[in-house]
């Protein structure tokens, strides 16, 4: 049995039924070398009450994904501010606690995607004498091998750095999702491989992409030592590509488990180009991305492209969901965008 250990980081924002339903599920997982860091990003609503209830066992997880299992309660929680979290050195306090624990660390403020999750990392860093970061989605539930089968892959070989699952989407249990991505370069966008496909054995071998999806992102420590956090920058959309292409440039290869399953509910948050916080992150962050990795001929068609969708795009989005907020929150992300350095 592979003893690597494993430290979970879950980003909980005003979500906590997703979040204790996620956590449910990776509780009842067959790996017993890991750790889970759930990082409020200054939740109003009762995230913090709800997951406290749910460790100590007062709340009766449903699902259509596994059985409740109260035998595994209470979970222990280790509670800590961000500045708290930040100034912890030493694991030697945790030694005598419980297999099954909790750390709970809480923000005062909505730190989005990259930073929320680069304070639990820190924290695992400083803390945790850990071989793997996970970073999940508090919108996911997990199969009971798959961290198992994601270590074992990531064992395979000193080269591979970064891994990720086959994922499926939470209401259509047997619809693709993604289990990779490829980069656009000319368009700037992430093409994800398999998407809306019926699983049909057809992605059951170890494949290489550019990058893997942020909702389930497993990343070797020496990764993180040798190419640091995720780009705060970003915030919400792009960092997990480009924390990818950081970690190829150290010639690490980015690697998908096809035997690992996880199931997502697409964009509870940010909620894509659908809503407006989404799309202008997505519009500005493209030009952020771009910017830093695009090569100059794949960069001059990506700007003529935005030239041309700039008086058709948000026109379009805004008519077919009958929301003109999401066209301000184009021509603010893509003002952000052009001005960005």
């Known amino acids: 049995m592979n003893n690597s250990r494993v430290a979970i ?52 997880v449903k699902s259509d994904f596994f059985e409740y299992n109260p035998s595994i309660k209470p979970i222990k929680i280790l509670e800590y501010t961000k500045k708290e979290s930040e100034h912890l050195k030493d694991e030697t306090k945790f030694l005598n606690l419980p ?31 850990t071989n793997y970061i996970l970073l999940l989605n508090n919108d996911t539930v997990v199969d ?26 939470y209401d259509e249990k047997n619809i693709i999702w993604c289990i990779g991505g490829k980069i656009d370069w000319k368009f700037a966008r992430g093409l994800q491989i398999g998407i809306n496909e019926v699983d049909n054995g057809q ?67 940010g909620g894509g180009i659908t809503k407006p916080l989404g799309l202008y992150y997505i519009t500005r962050n493209r030009w952020l991305f771009m910017k830093k990795w695009a090569n100059i001929k794949d960069y001059s068609i990506f700007v003529i492209y935005q030239i041309v969708g700039a008086f058709i795009f948000p026109l379009i989005l805004s008519i077919y969901y009958r929301n003109w907020k999401l066209f301000m929150a184009y021509y603010s992300g893509l003002k952000a965008g052009v001005l960005s350095k």
């Open 203 to 269: 992605y059951n071998e170890i494949k290489e992409f550019e990058y893997v999806s942020g909702s389930a992102f497993l990343i070797k420590r020496e990764v993180v030592d040798r190419i640091g956090l995720m780009d705060k920058q970003f915030f919400l959309y792009f960092e997990e590509s480009d924390w990818a292409l950081r970690a190829s440039q150290k010639e690490y290869r980015i690697v998908y488990a096809p035997k690992a399953e996880v199931w997502h509910r697409v964009s509870k948050s």
């Open 9 to 60: 980081i879950i980003l909980n924002w005003n979500g906590w039924k997703d979040t204790i339903e996620c956590l449910e599920s990776l509780y009842q997982i067959n790996y017993y070398n890991f750790d889970v860091i759930v990082v409020d990003n200054d939740s109003h609503d009762e995230s913090l009450e709800k997951i406290r209830n749910y460790a100590s066992g007062k709340i009766d």
């Open 99 to 129: 297999s099954k624990k909790l750390f709970l660390i809480k923000n005062y403020a909505n730190y989005g995607f990259a930073e929320g999750n680069n304070i639990g990392i820190r924290f695992v860093v400083n803390t945790l004498n």
């Open 144 to 169: 009971q091998d798959f961290l198992k089968e994601m270590v074992n892959i990531g064992e395979s070989s000193t080269d591979i750095g970064i891994i990720g699952p086959k994922i499926y989407y």
